[in-house]
């Protein structure tokens, strides 16, 4: 019996012993892919809504009471169109009044030309005439007061009708010229013109101001007035989309600016309906950066004809693509060690049962897969799982395939990473 006990630790201890040579020099089993080429694709993720290029508020430029709104919120109207009628009764008889004054300094002027001229006219012919007469009377007096006839006195009254008749001769003349086209009555007369019809055109002016109209082809947004409001300046009564193509707008992180180019091609999809799937181009990336949110402000057009679904401030999500690598040596970027740094990585590969080290330089890199410039080949084996050692023996397994997102591109969720950002 004892013979046998001691047969059996003699067992039990050579299978531990076995066990633990074994243990100690098994040879580890990494996770492994092989290098090959393939499509390359990195593409971002974030939310857009629909807007057109000229949104406007509509108001008016008069205090008063709505009297009646002409349209509902959907509406299409054109140019000119009338949206809102206020009150307008004492703006017409204020143009009543300017077009009354208008008529009254219109026939001033007329009198000035016409009847005033012919009596200036007669004026100057009559005074002409007294003149006349009185310088003959003054000729006859000198001669009688010569020859003894006529007293001095006589002769000097004669003389000082001579000068009055001069002076009444030189006021018809001087309002004969008053009269005349470049006289200052006319001029004077004419400005008064000017001046009423300058109130016409001011009331007239306001009076329209009492309908807001359509400044261009648009939709009607949103409707904030109601009849027998008392409106003032300033205040909206109507929003208006312009009509015009459609854009995307979008806020997406600054992180991801450097990807960005205009004319990128995007893919956007509509919560309401995921099989009308469209096409849209970058039109515009901001130039500034919204400090709050850390954003950037994209604007997109759509490279096809409008889907009718789209519906003003629509919520749609958009996938840019922002590089792509028809044929690209690929590596998932869990393989790469320590962290890229200026495009340079280092791996581990297989060769010949062991891990060898080797620097790598990048390319293309997304989320989960880059693109090797320099360092690797076709066929080599590039280990994925935990780190080891340089010149440890392994055994590499790439029975295991990685994600197809490995291979092909991810996409980033950049609308994520702006609301991540919010408040920093």
Do not use: C, H
Not at 127 to 134: C, D, K, M, N
Not at 328 to 348: E, F, H, N, Y
């Amino acid at each position: 019996m004892k013979s046998r006990s001691n047969l059996a630790l003699l067992a039990l201890a050579a299978l531990v012993a076995g066990g633990s040579a074994w243990w100690f020099t098994r040879v580890p089993v990494v996770p492994a892919t092989t290098v090959g080429n393939a499509p390359l694709v990195r593409t971002l993720q974030f939310s857009a809504r629909v807007a057109t290029r000229s949104r406007v508020d509509v108001g008016s430029t008069l205090t008063g009471r709505v009297v009646q709104v002409a349209v509902a919120e959907g509406a299409q109207v054109k140019r000119g169109d009338p949206l809102v009628q206020l009150e307008s009764d004492e703006l017409r008889a204020a143009l009543a009044q300017a077009k009354a004054g208008e008529r009254q300094a219109a026939a001033r002027l007329a009198g000035l030309r016409g009847s005033g001229r012919s009596v200036a006219q007669a004026a100057v012919a009559q005074t002409e005439s007294v003149l006349a007469e009185a310088q003959a009377d003054l000729r006859r007096t000198q001669e009688l007061v010569a020859q003894g006839f006529l007293s001095a006195a006589r002769l000097d009254d004669a003389r000082r009708a001579v000068g009055v008749a001069r002076a009444q001769q030189a006021g018809s003349l001087a309002q004969r010229s008053a009269v005349a086209e470049q006289g200052t009555d006319v001029a004077q007369a004419e400005a008064q013109l000017a001046l009423a019809r300058s109130a016409t055109t001011a009331a007239e002016a306001r009076l329209a101001q009492a309908t807001v109209t359509a400044p261009a082809d648009a939709t009607v947004l949103a409707r904030q007035v109601e009849p027998g409001q008392i409106v003032q300046p300033g205040r909206a009564l109507l929003s208006l989309s312009l009509a015009g193509p459609l854009q995307l707008v979008a806020q997406v992180d600054e992180r991801y600016l450097e990807q960005m180019r205009v004319g990128q091609s995007a893919s956007v999809l509509a919560d309401a309906f995921p099989e009308r799937r469209f096409g849209a181009r970058v039109l515009t990336i901001s130039p500034l950066v919204d400090a709050q949110r850390g954003a950037i402000e994209v604007k997109f057009e759509l490279a096809q004809e409008v889907p009718a679904f789209l519906r003003e401030d629509m919520t749609l999500s958009v996938e840019l693509e922002t590089a792509r690598r028809e044929r690209a040596l690929t590596i998932p970027a869990s393989a790469l060690r320590g962290g890229p740094t200026a495009g340079k990585a280092r791996v581990l590969i297989e060769r010949d049962g062991r891990v060898e080290q080797r620097d790598v330089r990048l390319g293309l890199r997304t989320l989960e897969a880059a693109e090797v410039l320099e360092g690797l080949a076709e066929g080599d084996v590039v280990l994925v799982g935990p780190p080891l050692s340089a010149g440890s023996r392994v055994r590499a397994d790439t029975s295991s395939p990685l994600p197809s997102s490995a291979r092909q591109g991810t996409r980033e969720d950049a609308g994520s990473a702006v609301m991540n950002a919010m408040g920093r």
